[in-house]
């Protein structure tokens, strides 16, 4: 397993501003995903980070609102950018470790927008 | 391409009473399936994993779910509910071998009752 924290827990922001969201791992790992959960909906895939190489994106993700930063194998950075209310969501890292594809997640940064 | 399903938004149960919440994915066989947990206000915790190992899985905090291949389901059931069950649960598929990409369900809150 992992342990996963997230930075900052919960922030509030005005529209027009960007905020970074920072993802750290106890260990060191290949592969990290961001998802985004919007208020009462399950988890989509925002993006993969891996490290060395530049965050492949899912389709309705660009990398001008959401730039990703993996510098080293154990951190990665999310900025949520230009914000609107629709961006108010959670944000979650996750790892991919294990032999058997599991995820392990981070406790996520809940984001409002006004 | 894989998908999951999860039938039922919102279920409740009585407190001791048995829990029941359905999965069912597309009918390629995953090679991969996991239960998580939501805590309010946390990140997901994995309960389970079916690696093919064994149809019958057994998971953290008294959780098993059961692979049935004819009816293309992984349904997760708990003997006795717990007050501290009460969360939102997560269905998800790997998306094949050597991925760690998963397709999530739509979540099933569970609510249980005193």
């Known amino acids: 397993s992992a342990v996963i924290s997230q930075k900052p827990s919960r922030d509030i922001c005005q529209r027009g501003t960007s905020l970074t969201i920072q993802c750290q791992v106890d260990?060191?790992?290949?592969?990290m995903f961001w998802y985004r959960q919007q208020p009462g909906q399950s988890l989509t895939l925002i993006a993969t980070?891996?490290?060395?190489?530049?965050?492949?994106?899912e389709s309705g993700f660009v990398i001008d609102k959401f730039p990703i930063s993996r510098p080293n194998l154990t951190f990665s950075t999310l900025t949520v950018s230009n914000m609107s209310p629709e961006d108010s969501s959670i944000y979650l890292c996750?790892?991919?470790?294990?032999?058997?594809?599991?995820?392990?997640f981070g406790p996520g940064t809940r984001l409002t927008v006004l | 391409a894989q998908s999951v399903t999860q039938l039922g938004s919102h279920v409740s149960v009585s407190e001791g009473a048995l829990v029941l919440l359905r999965c069912n994915y597309s009918?390629?066989?995953?090679?991969?399936l996991f239960w998580y947990v939501q805590y309010p206000n946390k990140g997901l915790q994995l309960l389970l994993k079916?690696?093919?190992?064994?149809?019958l899985v057994k998971g953290i905090n008294g959780f098993e779910a059961e692979f049935k291949k004819s009816e293309t389901s992984f349904h997760l059931t708990k003997p006795s509910a717990h007050m501290s069950d009460a969360a939102e649960y997560f269905c998800?598929?790997?998306?094949?071998?050597?991925?760690?990409?998963?397709?999530f369900g739509t979540g099933t809150r569970l609510k249980v009752l005193a």
């Open positions: 980070a891996n490290q060395g190489s530049e965050a492949t994106y």
């Open positions: 998800a598929v790997s998306e094949g071998r050597g991925t760690y990409k998963y397709i």
């Open positions: 996750s790892v991919g470790t294990g032999g058997a594809n599991e995820q392990f």
């Open positions: 079916y690696t093919s190992a064994a149809t």
């Open positions: 009918s390629s066989v995953p090679p991969y």
């Open positions: 260990s060191q790992v290949t592969m």
